[in-house]
């Protein structure tokens, strides 16, 4: 797949305009830290109803940052996320653990 960063871009915009979507498979894309940005800032919206998202994205610590405060919205619905394959470190990881326990994350 070719998708990067500035798809993200893109396909954040359609996600928000089609709330019946619940899974994006985005599996073996240059998505980078960039691109999970772009589609953190919809997890956010309450407007996003996706369930499940992520793997083989090259994600780093950045991009667990943006994922920790999704993770964290009122609005975020995330069931599952699949960060295989990505380069979190220990950091990384951390961050989205501590989140993972706040009382508002869905995973």
Known sequence: ????????????????????????DLSYNDLCDAGVMELCNVL?????TLKTLL???????????SLALALTSDH?????????FNHLTNE????LTEKQRAPHCSL
């Open 1 to 24: 797949n070719n998708l990067t960063a500035k798809g993200c871009e893109t396909l954040a915009s359609t996600v928000v305009s089609r709330p019946s979507l619940r899974k994006l």
């Open 44 to 48: 956010r919206t309450p407007f996003c």
């Open 55 to 65: 793997s083989f994205c090259k994600v780093t610590v950045d991009g667990c940052s």
């Open 76 to 84: 975020c619905n995330l069931k599952e996320l699949d960060l295989s």
């Open 92 to 95: 990384g990881i951390k961050l």
